[in-house]
């Protein structure tokens, strides 16, 4: 370390947040291991949690030291955003929804919160893992957009390994959340579903329209269940 941690190799950096490795290999090798294993630093920062804790060794401490580090490290390429954020297209939107979804390797479910003229007030993770099997709870969703008194939302979720195509559980969810948004003054917005190189918007393609317009005609009979 006499000349920095910028003269360490990669083994070496993991090796001084593992710390220890175990019987018969030491805490340099196991990170060569690693780095073998994941092919590079890169993959390794970005592979999926439940596959480093499959690495032998990988257990613990070591693997909440390692798993902190790399969020850090994720979370510091994130470009700082300005407080007051305003968010009036799609594209606005895809571009921040872009750097927040960076370098994740499993689904995450966000909703956007906005004043009457579109300024940020709040980004929540709603749900992580699958969105078509963790169903993120509406009401929560809407129960935060009262909290922190929006008049918008703009729900949206990756596809962390594949093409941003429309499932109809997306279509499904969509659509209560605008059964749950309307009957209280709550416009939402957009969904956005980012994939590997891809983004799909239920506004832009028209989707979102075509739901409003079911839900209208469905009235606000589905609107008691959702928020039960």
């Known amino acids: 370390m006499s000349l920095g941690p910028h003269a360490l190799t990669d083994a070496e950096l993991i090796a001084i947040l593992i710390r220890v490795g175990f019987k018969g290999t030491n805490a340099v090798e196991l990170a060569r291991q690693l780095l ?3 092919g590079s630093l890169r993959s390794l920062v970005e592979a999926p949690v439940l596959a480093l804790l499959e690495m032998k060794g990988m257990k613990g401490a070591k693997a909440a030291q390692l798993l902190a580090a790399m969020e850090i490290a994720r979370r510091v390429a994130i470009p700082v955003k300005h407080d007051r954020l305003q968010i009036k297209s799609t594209a606005t939107a895809t571009t921040y929804l872009q750097e927040r979804f960076f370098g994740l390797s499993e689904e995450h479910f966000r909703v956007l919160y906005l004043n009457r003229k579109n300024m940020l007030l709040d980004d929540a993770l709603i749900a992580r893992g699958v969105v078509d099997s963790v169903h993120p709870p509406i009401r929560s969703i809407i129960a935060r957009a009262l909290q922190v008194n929006a008049s918008a939302l703009i729900a949206a979720h990756n596809h962390p390994s594949g093409a941003a195509e429309v499932s109809e559980s997306d279509r499904l969810l969509t659509q209560d959340l605008i059964a749950a948004a309307h009957p209280l003054g709550l416009k939402l917005l957009d969904h956005v579903i ?5 983004t799909f918007s239920f506004a832009d393609s ?5 739901l409003e317009l079911h839900c209208m005609a469905a009235g606000g009979k589905h609107r008691q269940t959702l928020l039960k």
């Not at 028209?206 to 075509?210: A, F, I, K, S």
Request: proline letters at 0%; hydrophobic letters at 30%.
């Open 194 to 198: 980012l994939g590997e190189d891809t």
């Open 36 to 38: 073998q294993h994941f």
């Open 206 to 210: 028209g989707l979102l329209d075509e």
